[in-house]
């Protein structure tokens, strides 16, 4: 009898575990509904993994902005969070053993306004895409563009090929066309750039797009080739603008309205002997006779006269003594409306030259135009789930909005797992892989660091004063919908108490993860 009284306690005990397990996953699944659903690749290296039917997303909290008291937290962290979001009360940080960071928001002192940030729709981002179904690329573009993603409101078009296309072109590649006739779009902008393009502007019509040429048609150039050492033949400068202006009206031809043209991506890899790279070289003083004399009285003559001129398109090493020498050509300073800078040699280059140019001329506005990590031979191009490429985006943005970028825009889109395709096999890692064996695509923490600005971040938002720290990097604004955003980078292999004292609301307490992104949202 009591043999059996055990047994039915067993029974029924066994029935509430089982019981409590299973409305534990419930509960579990219905709080992970909108989360990461993690891959890993190794110690610390975690991708989130989107398909036809799920994709993390970052949802609106109602209400938008905070209410008096409390303040919305969002955390990436190097252990494994993606955007997790929690609601806190303003108060005091406990007593530590390092004591608390304090870090001192002033949204009286103001400077730039943010234009916003984004990626590049190159023709292997687009050959990428199509390898998968319309549901994933719906996916896809919606955790760049959408209000629940990133809501990316730049991008980056090239003119032509680049290598990140299969074969190099043109949109003029027929020899000594001295009237231009035969340009014409290429069958990669019909099928792997203004089909997606077209998609990002529905998810976001506050997309605003930025262009650059990596070459003139050989015949234009000074040594009859797409790439090495070549510069535009004087005779051409004339028509090598007017083939930049058809560019802009077969684009608006196609419902696209380019903001902005640069004078030409990365000009100095002319320079450098036995560079395979699509290039077409420029001196300060003959891009500048060129936009003062040609693309710039020819733009602001045409219908695309709202079209904005950016000089550089190269690293910032080059800064500012490159700018402050083309703009002693007076009609270039009158025409060029700001600087397009790279990240790859930020190592060797102190983010201080873009204040020093911006100092300069202050009403020419910078913008970082392209970066990407896993360049060069001896890299590991696609390095799945990397928390340091990551931190590599976070420290970057951080450098370039503290020194007066408007804005940051990433090289492509979404890669293949080789890092491609590349005609010069010049592979790269990309915030997105794709998979299109399985049908899916990756989220890196590179698409971390960039969300944690991009989602909160809408255009006009200003940025104010916040003080920093060695070890915890900070930037704060104000956005137009008057919330105050404040992002924290805990570079630190230990968690950080960290203070953020706003003058006129008071302090918010945070523990920062080990190695960890944040974005901290309050009522102004």
Not at 101 to 109: A, F, I, W, Y
Not at 125 to 137: D, T, Y
Not at 432 to 457: D, V
Not at 469 to 475: E, F, L, P, R, Y
């Amino acid at each position: 009898m009591l043999g059996s009284i055990e047994c039915r306690c067993k029974a029924i005990r066994l029935v509430m575990w089982k019981t409590v397990l299973f409305f534990g996953f419930i509960l579990l699944a219905e709080g992970q509904s909108d989360g990461c659903v993690p891959k890993s690749y190794g110690h610390d290296k975690i991708v989130c993994v989107c398909n036809a039917t799920y994709c993390d997303e970052t949802p609106e909290q109602n209400p938008k902005v905070p209410v008096h008291g409390s303040f919305y937290w969002y955390v990436s962290a190097k252990d494994g969070r993606r955007m997790s979001f929690s609601e806190k009360q303003y108060g005091d940080c406990p007593n530590t053993l390092f004591g608390p960071l304090t870090l001192n928001v002033d949204s009286s002192e103001q400077y730039q306004k943010i234009l916003g940030f984004g990626g590049a729709f190159t023709d292997s981002a687009g050959i990428n895409l199509k390898k998968l179904s319309k549901p994933v690329v719906d996916k896809l573009l919606c955790a760049y563009y959408c209000k629940e993603g990133s809501r990316y409101s730049l991008g980056r078009l090239p003119i032509g090929g680049t290598d990140f296309s299969t074969k190099p072109y043109t949109y003029d590649d027929h020899d000594n066309d001295l009237t231009l006739k035969q340009f014409s779009l290429a069958p990669e902008d019909y099928n792997y750039k203004i089909p997606f393009i077209q998609q990002a502007q529905k998810l976001n019509p506050e997309l605003l797009l930025v262009s650059a040429a990596w070459s003139a048609p050989a015949w234009m150039k000074s040594n009859d080739k797409i790439n090495g050492h070549g510069f535009l033949k004087t005779e051409y400068y004339d028509l090598y603008a007017d083939y930049i202006l058809k560019f802009l009206d077969a684009y608006y031809k196609n419902g696209i309205n380019v903001w902005a043209v640069s004078t030409g991506n990365e000009p100095i890899n002319s320079y450098i002997p036995f560079d395979p790279l699509n290039s077409m070289g420029w001196t300060s003083k003959t891009v500048g006779a060129w936009v003062g004399n040609n693309l710039g009285p020819k733009l602001a003559a045409s219908s695309r006269n709202n079209t904005k001129i950016l000089l550089l398109d190269d690293q910032r090493i080059f800064l500012p003594w490159f700018i402050e020498k083309v703009f002693t050509n007076e009609m270039a300073l009158h025409y060029a409306a700001g600087v397009a800078v790279h990240f790859y040699a930020d190592i060797i280059s102190s983010p201080n030259v873009l204040t020093q140019t911006h100092n300069a001329f202050p009403d020419k506005f910078i913008l970082m135009t392209e970066a990407c990590t896993g360049t060069g031979p001896f890299n590991k191009h696609v390095d799945l789930g990397s928390w340091d490429r990551g931190e590599r985006y976070m420290s970057s943005i951080l450098d370039y909005v503290n020194n007066w970028s408007v804005g940051w825009i990433d090289w492509n889109l979404a890669l293949d797992e080789t890092g491609g395709p590349n005609w010069i096999h010049n592979y790269v890692d990309s915030p997105i892989i794709i998979n299109a064996t399985s049908g899916e695509f990756y989220k890196q923490p590179m698409y971390y660091a960039l969300h944690h600005f991009s989602r909160f971040l809408e255009r006009g938002s200003t940025r104010i004063a916040i003080t920093d720290d060695i070890q915890v990097k900070s930037t704060a604004f104000v956005t137009p919908s008057n919330e105050i955003v404040v992002v924290l980078f805990n570079t630190w292999d230990i968690p950080r108490n960290v203070v953020v004292n706003d003058r006129k609301k008071g302090k918010l307490c945070v523990e920062l993860p080990p190695r960890s992104m944040h974005t901290i949202i309050y009522g102004n």
